[in-house]
Structures are given as C-alpha cells and as structure tokens.
C-alpha cells in the first residue's frame, strides 16, 4: 500500500502563490511517476502535472504552463506543486497521484480557492 497526504491548499488572492506538498509512504518512491490533479467543483478531475521518478521529465497541462512548477525530493518522499501567478479558474481541489504495486493511489486532497 501507499498512503498519499497532502498540504499547502488555502485561500489566496489572484496572483498570489501557494505551494502544495504531497508525502508518500509505503513503496519505493523514487521509483513512482507522481501527478499533481485537480477537480472543480462541477468539473471532471483533470491532470495538471507530472514528474518522473529521478524528477528530471516533466509536464504540464497547456493552461497552468510557465505558472506552476512540479518538483520532488525523493529524500522526503516529498513531491510539490509551486503555483504563481494563481486566477479564479485555478480553484479546486488538488489531489497527489501514482500508480504502484499494480494500482493507483489517492491522497485525500488539499483545496485551493483564489479569489479576492
């Protein structure tokens, strides 16, 4: 098993910043591919970022590039998500991800609301 927790969401005015942060126990995590996703309220969930194992691929959904930045410290376990530049539309909620041990695994989910 592995367990997913998440921190960081709050309340921020638009163009402000946050950093999320996800822990994982259980498994091998420098060997996990980690995802950052996000569901608003209504809305599907939707992929926002991804990074590699060793952190040196990334990717990122077209309407979140050059704001928001995954990165990972696999001595903590530990991956991030540094958001700038944050609007309205970047409210919801924020989940960690991976697939492990031939399944795929939640955290609980950290909200993010930005308005002013």
């Known amino acids: 098993q592995v367990q997913l927790v998440e921190s960081g969401g709050g309340l921020v005015q638009p163009g402000g910043s946050l950093r999320l942060s996800c822990t994982a126990s259980?498994?091998?995590?420098?060997?996990?591919?980690m995802r950052w996703y996000r569901q608003a309220a209504g809305k599907e969930r939707e992929l926002v970022a991804l990074i590699s194992g060793d952190g040196t691929s990334t990717n990122y959904r077209d309407t979140v590039k050059g704001r928001f930045t995954i990165s990972r410290d696999n001595s903590k376990n530990a991956v991030y998500l540094q958001m700038n530049s944050l609007k309205p539309e970047d409210t919801a909620v924020y989940f960690c991800?991976?697939?492990?041990?031939?399944?795929?695994?939640w955290g609980q989910g950290t909200q993010v609301t930005v308005s002013s």
């Open positions: 259980g498994g091998t995590f420098r060997t996990f591919l």
């Open positions: 991800n991976t697939f492990a041990l031939g399944n795929g695994f």
